[in-house]
């Protein structure tokens, strides 16, 4: 019996007419519950997002002029899905067909004030008074206002510490490297902490910052690349909303990073093609950027199938059957928990390319206990729309929540959906770990980075392939680029794990856990290859070399050292679990040294000739390349170097029988 119904039943046994059995078809089970076809209709406001329409109607409702906003409490008035400032202005994504100095000045006439204007994708990102929304629509050259696309910090709550798990400290300490002469930017939230971190070193003195945002993960962040490659330069850029998030990647390409590391993603990015923060991650790629990306936390929050009908012979309400799906009895409602005093945002796509929707899906919330609808999403899409809907819900109280989530097919085929979750709640039945891994992190060269503890994935951690059915779109313009016929393309994610369990002295984050954790390991010991493979300070002016050849092999070069050199975890070989395996930041320097031609890079002696050392003392030790058999240094060093992987191992041993004893629950 569906759940959300059986929690009816036992609420309203005395009730005549509300007694539901296992084969109760859709809509009686929703004419209970006070739902039909009629009242499930799409209402919009032309150019508006209906998310954005809800919020002006809640403030006309109320009876608010702008002059009172001052004295409402903007958290009472701003959602997960769209932020309300104390002045009564609204975030948002204003699509023009020019952001020329004409039409930007009619935008500000009406009281616009802007935070990001892209003349690339033709968007306008700031704040607008609500009472100015449907004029700014009415505007000839606006195509459609929206909220932006906020992004989700994949932080976690456990800890443990990952320099020595990967052993890049006894990298840095036997081949000399720090990670000099590379720059690494971080996207993420913030840094508010940035100066605190400087003054007890954890940080170093100069970090080159662009938009510092709000927050502190981007502390922990850099923290973690500043102990992997202490010596690396650091660049920071928020980046919480998709137009930020392309702006900050612009910023490191002029500022010239090497190395771009970033924890956030966004549900309303397309999940089944690349959309325009993809592309831009797989442009910065193909420039010769190394782009290290958290995979997500959404394994154990997840949910993919094709639609299938709850009751063919129902031609007016089609209700996906969760139950028959997963091979179990029907059931139209996945029951989904969520914490107290927790926001939970869930987003449901399907596979129609974005700005060509023609087959048409709505998302509902309701609550498992009393029937009641607490949200719901049934935005239009008839040919040139998105396949996308979007609901929010509250837990005000202490204990756990519950509610289910219902998918209709409001009109055209069946298709394969897909169902993530932000901020908090989890499904109790039916998830689906594989696929899981989506939008930027699995864009075409960048390194997805899954989370590991004692040597083994955790539950959390997002799972591949990710599967793309059509070619790439432009999502900010609201313009769909012209693209060939759908194609289907198992991505190989993600792409290497890494320890999530890290220390930091950031606020809120001194237990840091999640894929967000994980990324800026990867992210420093890629700085340590970089130095390794002997670019050095001279990487900038390679990785921009005009015939582009250079950087392309420095991007493959180290994902194909860090591939090739990690440690496996089972299944033997490559799987959409843990990648090709758990960072070794030890042999992948060595990898890059002896690749590089055995030439030290720490301004050391140079590799002897014939097993003699042709220096006359000084420091440094490297190993050459394959094909010389010599080690530089005395007898000694030799014997030490062969002893290199047994004290590896006895390190690891020890650190893992160590953080045993940590808790090992869930990330938040």
Aim: one cysteine or more; hydrophobic letters at 40%; glycine letters at 12%.
């Amino acid at each position: 019996m569906n759940k959300f119904l059986a929690a009816l039943t036992a609420i309203l046994l005395t009730v005549p007419g509300f007694l539901f059995s296992a084969e109760s078809s859709a809509d009686q089970a929703l004419s209970g519950l006070g739902l039909n076809s009629g009242n499930l209709t799409h209402k919009e406001i032309p150019k508006i997002s209906p998310r954005l329409g809800r919020m002006m109607g809640k403030l006309k409702d109320m009876g608010a002029e702008r002059s009172d906003m001052r004295n409402l409490s903007a958290q009472d008035l701003s959602t997960p899905l769209v932020r309300v400032s104390n002045e009564g202005n609204i975030e948002v994504n204003i699509y023009c067909d020019e952001t020329s100095g004409t039409n930007m000045e009619q935008l500000y006439s009406l009281g616009l004030e802007t935070e990001v204007v892209s003349e690339k994708y033709k968007v306008v990102q700031g704040w607008l008074p609500y009472d100015k929304l449907e004029e700014a629509a009415n505007l000839g050259f606006v195509s459609r206002i929206t909220p932006p696309a906020y992004g989700h910090t994949r932080v976690g709550s456990v800890t443990t510490e990952g320099d020595g798990i990967m052993g890049s400290d006894i990298a840095r300490d036997t081949f000399g490297v720090d990670g000099a002469g590379i720059k690494v930017g971080v996207i993420s939230n913030g840094v508010d902490s940035m100066a605190a971190s400087q003054l007890t070193g954890d940080l170093p003195d100069f970090i080159d910052i662009g938009d510092p945002g709000s927050g502190d993960e981007g502390t922990a962040m850099l923290e973690i690349v500043h102990d992997i490659a202490p010596g690396a330069d650091l660049a920071f850029h928020n980046g919480t909303s998709r137009m930020k998030f392309i702006q900050a990647i612009n910023f490191f390409r002029n500022n010239g990073v090497d190395v771009i590391v970033d924890d956030v993603g966004f549900l309303s990015e397309p999940y089944f093609q690349d959309g325009s923060v993809a592309e831009e991650a797989a442009e910065a790629v193909e420039d010769g950027i190394i782009f290290v990306s958290a995979a997500g936390n959404d394994a154990d929050r997840h949910y993919q199938d094709i639609f299938l009908d709850d009751d063919p012979e129902d031609t007016e309400l089609d209700f996906h059957d969760f139950g028959a799906a997963a091979g179990e009895g029907s059931d139209i409602g996945m029951t989904v928990e969520i914490p107290g005093f927790s926001d939970s945002v869930i987003v449901l796509q399907w596979t129609n390319p974005f700005g060509e929707a023609s087959d048409d899906y709505d998302l509902f919330l309701v609550d498992s206990f009393t029937g009641e609808i607490l949200d719901s999403s049934t935005d239009e899409q008839d040919g040139n729309d998105d396949p996308i809907e979007i609901v929010g819900v509250s837990n005000g109280g202490p204990g756990e929540g519950f509610f289910d989530i219902l998918v209709r097919k409001f009109s055209g085929e069946d298709q394969t959906f897909e169902i993530f979750f932000n901020l908090s709640g989890s499904p109790t039945e039916y998830n689906v770990p594989e696929n899981s891994i989506y939008g930027h992190p699995a864009a075409p060269g960048v390194i997805a980075v899954g989370a590991t503890n004692d040597g083994e994935i955790e539950f959390f951690s997002a799972q591949g392939p990710s599967s793309i059915f059509f070619s790439p779109t432009v999502t900010v313009s609201g313009i769909s680029s012209e693209r060939a016929e759908p194609v289907l393309e198992q991505r190989q994610t993600p792409t290497i794990a890494a320890p999530n369990r890290i220390s930091t002295t950031a606020p809120g984050f001194e237990t840091f856990a999640g894929t967000s954790a994980s990324a800026p390991h990867v992210a420093g010991v890629a700085a340590l290859v970089l130095q390794g493979l002997g670019f050095g300070a001279n990487i900038a002016a390679l990785s921009r070399a005009e015939s582009g050849l250079v950087a392309v092999r420095q991007v493959e070069e180290v994902r194909d050292i860090l591939a090739t050199t990690a440690d496996d975890i089972p299944p033997p070989g490559f799987d959409n679990v843990s990648g090709f395996g758990s960072i070794n930041a030890f042999a992948a320097v060595e990898e890059a040294i002896a690749r590089s031609g055995g030439v030290p890079v720490d301004g050391g002696d140079p590799p002897p000739v014939d097993g003699q050392n042709n220096s006359d003392g000084g420091g440094g030790c490297s190993i050459q390349a394959a094909g010389n058999a010599g080690v530089s240094g005395t007898g000694v060093i030799n014997s030490f170097i062969l002893l290199i992987p047994i004290l590896v191992f006895t390190v690891r041993f020890l650190r893992r029988t160590r953080n045993s004893q940590f808790d090992r629950r869930a990330r938040q």
